[in-house]
């Protein structure tokens, strides 16, 4: 086989993937990490793979994102409602008009607390 068929022939699979994924709604993005993150990104890919090979980095990530969503019930009741406006957080008084519309007042959830949302863990 030549190699500009073999060419016309890998371009044609690419447009078939690329129209088959644009079908199904996936969306392709690109992130860039740290060298830290990948590091990090390997060792869970590692972890939730055992015993078998790791997973796939895509995998992965598609794997935290379902974990992470399926624990936003459960921080919403953590974080109740708002001592201010009284709308259930995070959202608050943002609900109510575009970046909120207590923000920046001193008993505001979003001027006080908005930034422990996810609580900082201790970097190992």
């Given amino acids: 086989m030549s190699d500009e068929r073999k060419r016309k022939q890998a371009a044609i699979r690419a447009k078939r993937l690329r129209e088959k994924r644009k079908n199904s709604g996936e969306q392709d993005i690109r992130v860039s990490l740290s060298e830290l993150e990948q590091q990090k990104l390997s ?14 980095d895509v995998e992965t990530l598609q794997s935290l994102i379902h974990r992470v969503h399926a624990e ?9 409602k708002c001592s201010k406006c009284g709308e259930q957080l995070p959202q608050g008084c943002a609900k109510l008009r575009e970046g909120g519309l207590f923000k920046g007042d001193a008993t505001c959830w979003h001027t006080i607390n908005r930034n422990r949302l996810i609580p900082l863990r201790s970097q190992q």
């Fill in 43 to 56: 060792e869970i890919s590692q972890f939730f793979g055992y015993p078998n090979e790791p997973i796939a």
């Fill in 72 to 80: 936003i019930p459960t921080i919403e009741k953590q974080l109740g």
